[in-house]
């Protein structure tokens, strides 16, 4: 899986880092998910080659702003785009009547549905191999993180098992291959029966703003990657002697190396955290905190980055914001 950071600035923009925003693509297909929709979030997008067209669910963490503002814009667009397939959007119940209103009183006619279900109740959600879980975090306000989960990834036809059972090579393997029935001697044989995965499936957690990262606790366990925000570093926390609710990046760090995680990305960072090494504080004062603590794969995400997790569990670099 892919993951596409649109947004990484908490609260407010700033002249490189949009609000939040994070797609996770699928491994197989253009197939993608999008965790937070801050506003803007679709003029980023027309920076990628992610299309509204193949939007397979929505998810948002929280009520804050810079989490769902871009929401109504962005489903109008895909409206307007020719989307004519259903969506499924998870977000908290108090969004519910505001994203109804917000197209009503636009004259927004979408001509796909909606399907909105709620943070509160979720209990999971499964798009062909891709399983979606929630785990609750510690905020100012009710917030999630969303937990994407490969099951058979990559399937490919058990040649043994068919061997051993008698089903003759051609097209009957054709059909059990893209998972269809097929009758043969006067059994009935299903694809899905005969494919095993071709590796072990990926696992990547997208947290919402969170204050304990203790919380994820349970659901770590085999994760691949971890994305969590560090709006702060704990020497300015220790000045304000406030978290507004967020985590620092010692925080964070300390937590992913107990849990084990090999790749760690940081984003949601504040505005006030400057690209420029002259200036203070510098974006790279939440690294140097970080790394002090974690020793694995350690990306401060950017706007516009594109990262691949390998066959191997190692998060790279594919394509850089000025390649995109």
């Known amino acids: 899986m892919d993951l596409v950071f649109l947004g990484t600035s908490s609260a407010v923009p700033s002249r490189n880092r949009n609000v939040s925003g994070i797609a996770l693509i699928e491994s197989l ?21 992610l299309s509204l067209q193949q939007l397979r669910g929505c998810f948002i963490t929280h009520v804050h702003g810079d989490h769902c503002f871009g929401l109504p814009g962005l489903l109008a667009t895909a409206g307007m785009s020719g989307r004519l397939e259903p969506l499924d959007i998870v977000l908290p119940v108090a969004l519910h009547d505001w994203v109804r209103l917000s ?17 509160e109740t979720f209990n999971g959600w499964r798009n062909g191999n891709v399983q979606v879980n929630i785990v609750t975090l510690s905020h100012r306000v009710p917030c999630y993180g969303f937990v994407f989960s490969e099951s058979n990834p990559d399937p490919r036809l058990d040649v043994q098992r068919l061997e051993a059972e008698g089903i003759p090579r051609g097209p009957l393997w054709g059909e059990l291959a893209h998972g269809r029935e097929v009758e043969h001697a ?6 899905e029966q005969y494919l ?3 590796r072990p499936g990926q696992r990547i957690i997208i947290c919402g703003d969170n204050d304990t990262p203790e919380l994820l606790a349970e659901v770590v366990s085999g994760a691949d990657v971890l994305v969590h925000e560090a709006t702060f570093t704990q020497s300015l926390i220790d000045r304000t002697r406030e978290t507004y609710g967020h985590s620092s990046a010692a925080t964070v760090a300390r937590f992913a190396e107990s849990a084990r995680i090999p790749n760690l990305v940081l984003t949601h960072f ?14 790279g ?24 997790l390998d066959r191997d569990g190692r998060l790279k670099i594919a394509i850089g914001p000025q390649s995109q």
């Open 196 to 198: 095993r995965p071709a």
């Open 186 to 191: 006067g059994r009935l044989f299903r694809g």
């Open 285 to 308: 004062d939440i690294r140097e905190e970080a790394a002090a603590y974690f020793t694995g794969e350690l990306i401060l995400a950017r706007d516009l980055e594109r990262y691949h």
């Open 29 to 49: 297909g253009r197939g993608w998910y999008l965790v937070d929709c801050g506003e803007a979030t679709q003029h980023q997008l027309l920076r990628t080659p």
């Open 270 to 283: 504040s505005a006030r955290y400057q690209s420029n090494p002259e200036r203070s504080p510098f974006i």
């Open 103 to 119: 197209l009503n009183v636009s004259k927004s006619c979408l001509p796909f549905e909606l399907h909105l279900h709620a943070t």
